[in-house]
């Protein structure tokens, strides 16, 4: 356009051939002035003035960078932020002072702040910590139970919850109390109905893991799992984000149906905490749908809990201060150079191994193996 119009083309005609408006020729016309087309800056710049005529001037950004300095050098009371900074302003006797949040702008700017910002990093993946899962390619159920509930008139109430990772299909079971077969059986109900995921994630109660007191002990509902060929997983003791998605369903179930309502009995309880579920689940329909798909639940299966031990049983745990992980009751040197850290063990009950990997929220996909021992898989009979 330029060229055109030092060739002797009017304004409105070079307009008119390159279709732009006459303003937009007049302003690179400007723009190009004397200058020779290809020594000419036509790369685009905002609209408005350069700099703001209200920032504060170089002069006066200067002096408070060397305020600054001088405060923290030799102020006797050792302040040199931005409060401190205005105030020796004030004692200058200056005019014109800024405001103690643009001195704070203005020091931050400069690159004078002596702490680094924080450093705001993407948070993992759903199930981060098992890589099929985070990959979308298979799905958890967690499941929990509400404790210390009680009806007027001295009814105790427990509700064994669960909700699985990507579909959001949420289950609550209100009973007297909830013991490992009240559990199994819940899990069954909930199963037939819904289908099996390829992983279940429960917390360390005896109610789903077993007795701790003795080593190498399996419950009902673990076994339960196995023989359904559902992966149980057993988050690490005292760790909240593991747990992070059926705790915040325990606290909208409480808040939704328990707080929500004056129960007169568990039937009472039992009634609105499934007519919540049924809507819950109608209006995550779509997210259910989205979710990977469940495996059938097998006709002919029965419950046998004498049944030799076979599958696989994940337990996450956190390491010591020398580097050892304790799992069913055995304690195992993973790595010296991994104190404190967590750790992903992969119990092999067919082929008798234990598997360790380094787990990593600040980076999820790094899981690599750091030791590795032979199992002995019980073969005791199962007692209540």
């Not at 205005?86 to 702008?105: D, F, K, M, N, Y």
């Not at 985070?134 to 064994?160: N, P, Q, T, Y």
């Not at 992903?344 to 590795?372: H, K, W, Y």
């Amino acid at each position: 356009m330029v060229a055109a119009v030092r060739q002797g083309q009017s304004l409105r005609q070079v307009a008119r051939q390159f279709g732009v408006s006459l303003c937009t020729v007049q302003r690179w016309v400007g723009r190009a002035a004397d200058q020779r087309v290809d020594r000419v800056d036509f790369s685009d710049r905002p609209a408005g003035c350069p700099s703001s005529p209200r920032r504060t001037r170089e002069a006066t950004e200067d002096r408070i960078l060397v305020l600054r300095r001088e405060l923290r050098e030799d102020s006797p009371l050792g302040e040199y932020g931005a409060t401190a900074i205005q105030r020796a302003l004030q004692e200058e006797g200056r005019s014109s002072i800024p405001s103690v949040r643009t001195i704070g702008r203005i020091v931050e700017r400069r690159g004078a702040l002596d702490a680094r910002s924080r450093v705001r990093r993407p948070a993992p993946p759903k199930g981060w910590y098992l890589p099929d899962l985070a990959a979308g390619k298979a799905e958890l159920d967690s499941f929990d139970i509400v404790e210390g509930l009680v009806i007027r008139g001295g009814i105790d109430v427990e509700v064994l919850n669960g909700i699985s990772l990507h579909g959001g299909l949420c289950g609550s079971w209100p009973e007297s109390v909830i013991t490992a077969k009240t559990a199994v059986n819940r899990l069954l109900e909930h199963w037939r109905q819904v289908g099996l995921p390829c992983y279940a994630q429960f917390d360390n109660d005896t109610v789903f893991q077993g007795p701790h007191q003795w080593s190498d002990r399996f419950g009902r509902v673990t076994r339960l799992c196995l023989s359904l060929g559902v992966v149980p997983v057993f988050t690490p003791p005292r760790e909240t984000g593991f747990q992070a998605m059926i705790e915040n369903y325990n606290g909208r179930w409480q808040a939704k149906v328990w707080s929500r309502f004056q129960h007169a009995s568990l039937s009472d309880v039992r009634a609105r905490s499934d007519a919540y579920v049924t809507a819950a689940r109608q209006q995550g329909a779509a997210r259910f749908e989205a979710a990977p798909p469940r495996r059938y639940f097998p006709r002919r299966w029965k419950l046998n809990l004498q049944a030799p031990l076979c599958g696989q049983v994940i337990f996450l745990r956190r390491s010591t201060a020398s580097g050892h992980v304790k799992v069913l009751g055995h304690t195992y040197l993973v790595s010296p150079l991994w104190v404190h850290r967590l750790v992903r063990a992969e119990v092999d009950l067919t082929a008798g191994r234990i598997e360790f990997f380094s787990l990593r929220r600040r980076n999820p996909t790094c899981q690599r193996r750091l030791a590795a021992f032979d199992y002995q898989t019980p073969k005791g009979s199962f007692h209540d």
